[in-house]
């Protein structure tokens, strides 16, 4: 049987996943897509650092400005990771974030949340969101950034303290949750076209993501990867006692 004769390359495009860094960079539009990767999961880990800090604000008492606090440290740490690896592979982590801060900059922007339950609701469902995003993408990473990314997407503990503090307080007052759950619908749109947008104005994460340069996507794939993401959305509404 005769081999085609782009056989070696498709062989050597769907073997990413099982790559090392060093072997899979010598691909010039993986390695942007990599940068543009760690690019924006270093502005999103600065902005929840950010947003955190600035939540602690609000919280009603002590034992909740300090749990916050524990977790903007957790953010930060992760945003340091990153930057380091950035440093590490020859790009100055600055310019690999700037591309994405004003996508990020505008969705938080346009998601300030007006209290203490909405930015809850924010930080466990956008971060959510964000943090499914960057899973599915990961599986379709070399060994070395597939294991960055998801020491990064580790759970800071915000979700089952952000489910706790909302389901008390719809108990305590059953109206709050009509409201909330408005609230968490809105931000899974604003986050969802977010993440499209940020997508399609890079060539190289586009193109990794339907199958450029990454094993096993395509646009069916894609279309599949944001309805599980919707999915996961759904179970998070239900743990946070909101319909979806």
Known sequence: ??????????????????????????????????????????????????RLAEDAKLAPTLADKAELAKMASAEFHHFEQLT??????????????????????????????????????????????????????????????????????????????????????????????GRLALWARRLMGEALSQAQRVVADRDALSTMLVGGVADGFDLAEVGRMFSRITEAHTKRMAALGLAA
């Open 1 to 50: 049987m005769e081999t085609p004769d782009n056989a070696n390359e498709a062989t050597a495009t769907t073997r990413i996943a099982d790559q090392d860094w060093a072997t899979a960079s010598a691909q010039p539009q993986y390695r942007a897509a990599v940068v543009d990767l760690l690019g924006a999961l270093a502005y999103g880990e600065l902005a929840a650092f950010e």
């Open 84 to 177: 380091q690896r950035l440093t590490a592979i020859e790009v100055e982590p600055t310019a690999a974030m700037e591309p994405f801060a004003r996508a990020l900059d505008d969705f938080h922007r346009q998601t300030a949340p007006s209290d203490w339950l909405e930015g809850l609701v924010k930080a466990y469902v956008g971060d959510s969101i964000a943090s499914d995003f960057y899973r599915e993408v990961a599986v379709r990473l070399d060994s070395d950034t597939r294991s960055l990314v998801l020491a990064v997407l580790d759970d800071t503990g915000h979700g089952n303290f952000a489910v706790e503090k909302v389901r008390a307080a719809i108990e305590a007052d059953p109206r709050v949750g």
